[in-house]
């Protein structure tokens, strides 16, 4: 191992030294417990793929050479791991490094400096479970730069920047808090709380001296990814009290203006970057792996996993199918779908925005929405799986219901017909064992003492069918045993012990898949700081525009000022992330839907587009689809529900039907303009084809006064017939996949 370079080092010495990383392997939470009682969080699979894959493959594109992976519980499962079944560690130098006695990230970085591993200067810090693709090696410049101009430069955290009513949205923390001050001019960081019982912060106002313009920022994902120079170690060795490398270390040393130390900022807009801290955020970044926003690391790489190679194959609509799959020709598998190698989909089943894994058997008419199964999950037929997680080796029988939110862990069964109510947890552990990170003080006792899983002791254990039916194996996981606390806010016993466990239930209900109810409220508080910090940054012009359009909103149709301010300020040449925040803020305003903002921006874009002067159909689709490509960040935000994207239908059509001026030069270009729109993915095939049953059943009687119902007769029935005879390929490209399989068995 190469020699530490002294501090007073070269900087050709530096050079020498391979950019190292320190990798924490454990999260410090317990937020998928149970299942981080038998496998280790940074091991469980994100679209099939282990979690740490990901950090290791980001680490080594962005020129990391030597990892230090630091490890306490399931430290042996993770080294067999890096050592024989990681595709990406055998490109790395990681060493893994165990330490049970650490308890805390604080602990973990002590004893890295106690060792004298951390050799590189600056060196990468970040956490297992985060999942990016931004441009590290730019921060690592960047950070280096600073450092040699001001030697009080000492760190550089990367936030990803959250923009309002985007997907990145489902990755942030319903718990999250962030505010952070950054200097707008040099992103230095001077403010960074991240506490719910807080509800106001302070900034000394020794900062003002120094810093002009101090922004204040809530819309910030802090994606636990640091360039580190040594005088971070020091600061750890030297102060024990600093546990949490945010909430004491950041907090502290950020507001700390005697010590002149300083930590920056670097915002990421187009990146993605996110952290797997619980179950929600776990199919958030799951969906956006499938929504391709973590190019180049998606499925059909084929670079990444655990033991053999994955073969995977793309498939329009974000559908990825590893090989050996065996789909039944009436089974419907919709958008942002994975299916493992070797698994089976009967007759009649429909697979929506789900990751299936390796080996696993799907009945007849079984719906799975929104849900993990990992590898070897049977579901007969009948059953239905909602926004749940089901870890290897789960059985749901015939007929059984599970409920959304609820987490099954390691070869659970629910019996048939049962219904496993919203936001349960089943484990066949009768104790915990280890977890993914470390308890708090009050539970070290307890967390010494391991128990084996109930049916080790060679008696099969007596499960209740109360909790998972008659012939169900596993038991409830409680609220007591998740540790969820939050305080009483009555003094009458009884009325405060009801409100408690109500208020337990929904910050349990806040860390899983579904929970609409608690998700809404805490996205209206999002908007509407998102809005306040919007407003305040926006020109005096674009206030008094949107004032305007307020103040007029009873007399002037709510589309007509959306559309004007489409118009007016795409042709002045206004950001278009910036006038979306205006037309946002418009609309909750005035209470409006997404689908009406929508039903107004496509009419706008198309008035921009140039008819006159003898332009050619092929010029004006090309000016549509570069205009249409501008905007297309804006109305992905628009997306919300499926009939946001019937909105985007609705809006071409009528807009091409009428005046009849408009309808000569638009109406052969309808069945164009939807292709446009499919190719942006603002619409699916789903809803146009459903779109189009609609026009034909309706078509006898609207015929007369229709235009478009006559359109789609004509010239749109070559596009839907492409768009059904693209369904069929699929569907003969699974069934010729089957016969090859078939005919290789009978060999």
């Not at 923390?173 to 403010?191: F, I, K, N, Y």
């Not at 606390?485 to 009884?494: I, K």
């Not at 205006?582 to 689908?595: D, L, W």
């Not at 478009?708 to 490209?733: C, G, R």
Request: charged share 30%.
């Amino acid at each position: 191992m190469p020699r530490r370079a002294a501090p007073n080092a070269s900087d050709d010495t530096r050079r020498e030294v391979p950019l190292q990383a320190v990798l924490f392997a454990d999260s410090f939470t317990e937020t998928f417990r149970p299942i981080t009682l038998e496998l280790p969080k940074v091991l469980l699979p994100l679209a099939n793929v282990p979690m740490l894959e990901y950090s290791l493959e980001f680490l080594a594109a962005s020129g990391v050479q030597e990892v230090l992976l630091f490890c306490t519980g399931h430290a042996e499962r993770i080294e067999r791991f890096i050592e024989h079944e990681s595709q990406v560690a055998r490109r790395l130098d990681v060493t893994c490094v165990s330490s049970p006695s650490c308890l805390t990230a604080g602990d973990a970085l002590r004893e890295l400096d106690r060792r004298q591993l951390v050799q590189s200067n600056p060196f990468v810090l970040m956490s297992g479970d985060a999942v990016a693709n931004v441009d590290l090696q730019a921060a690592v410049d960047e950070h280096k730069r600073r450092k040699k101009a001001d030697p009080n430069c000492i760190m550089t955290s990367i936030f990803k920047e959250l923009r309002p009513n985007s997907g990145a949205s489902q990755v942030r923390p319903l718990a999250d808090e962030l505010v952070v001050g950054v200097d707008a001019a040099t992103s230095q960081l001077v403010l960074y709380e991240d506490d719910p019982q807080q509800r106001s912060t302070r900034l000394a106002t020794l900062f003002l001296e120094d810093h002009a313009q101090i922004a204040l920022r809530s819309d910030l994902l802090d994606c636990y990814i640091d360039v580190c120079s040594s005088e971070v170690l020091l600061k750890f060795a030297e102060d024990f009290d600093y546990q949490d490398l945010r909430r004491d270390f950041l907090h502290n040393e950020a507001q700390n203006y005697e010590l002149g130390k300083k930590f920056f900022a670097k915002i990421v807009t187009d990146e993605f970057a996110a952290r797997v801290m619980d179950p929600r955020t776990y199919a958030g970044v799951s969906q956006a792996i499938l929504q391709r926003w973590v190019f180049p690391m998606v499925p059909d790489a084929n670079y990444l996993g655990a033991g053999e190679v994955t073969q995977y194959e793309y498939l329009r609509g974000m559908r990825y199918k590893d090989a050996n799959v065996t789909l039944a020709r009436t089974c419907d598998v919709q958008r942002e779908c994975i299916l493992g190698a070797g698994t089976t989909v009967a007759d009649h089943t429909r697979v929506r925005k789900s990751a299936i894994g390796k080996d696993c058997v799907i009945g007849e008419n079984v719906t799975i929405d929104g849900s993990f199964l990992w590898s070897n999950v049977v579901v007969e037929d009948g059953a239905v799986v909602t926004n749940a997680i089901l870890c290897d080796n789960v059985v749901v029988k015939r007929g059984a219901v599970v409920g959304e939110g609820c987490v099954l862990s390691f070869g659970v069964v629910i019996g048939e017909g049962f219904t496993l109510p919203p936001y349960t947890k089943v484990t066949k552990s009768l104790a915990q064992v280890e977890d993914d990170g470390f308890s708090s003080d009050e539970d070290d006792e307890a967390s010494a003492e391991k128990a084996e899983p109930a049916a080790s002791n060679g008696a099969p254990a007596q499960w209740n069918p109360k909790d998972v039916g008659v012939g169900g194996v596993g038991r409830i996981w409680t609220l007591d045993e998740d540790d969820i606390e939050v305080d009483s806010d009555s003094d009458d016993e009884e009325q405060a012990g009801a409100k408690k466990q109500a208020r337990r239930l929904d910050k349990l209900k806040s860390t899983l898949i579904g929970a609409r109810d608690v998700v809404s409220k805490k996205m209206h508080r999002w908007e509407e700081w998102d809005t306040l910090s919007s407003s305040e940054e926006e020109d005096e012009d674009e206030d008094d525009l949107l004032a305007e359009a307020n103040a007029t909103a009873v007399e002037v149709p709510f589309h007509q000022i959306i559309r004007e301010n489409v118009c007016t300020g795409d042709a002045a040449g206004h950001n278009v992330d910036d006038l979306f925040m205006e037309i946002k803020s418009f609309k909750f305003a005035q209470n409006r839907s997404f689908a009406e903002v929508i039903g107004a921006i496509v009419p706008g874009l198309l008035d921009l587009i140039p008819t006159g002067n003898g332009q050619s159909a092929m010029t004006i689709l090309g000016n549509v689809r570069t205009k249409f490509q501008k905007w297309s960040s804006v109305i992905q935000r628009c997306l919300v529900e499926q009939e946001d994207q019937l909105a985007v239908v609705d809006a071409l059509e009528g807009y091409c039907a009428a005046p009849e001026e408009r309808r000569v030069i638009w109406l052969p270009l309808f069945r164009f303009l939807l292709q446009t729109v499919y190719d942006l993915e603002w619409v699916s095939d789903d809803v146009i084809l459903e779109w189009h049953g609609a026009k034909q059943a309706n078509a006898d009687e609207e015929e007369a006064s229709d235009a478009v119902a006559a359109a789609s007769k004509k010239d749109m029935q070559e596009f839907i017939d492409w768009l059904q005879e693209s369904e069929d390929d699929d569907d003969d490209d699974d069934e010729d996949d089957d016969s090859e399989e078939d005919d290789s068995d009978d060999e």
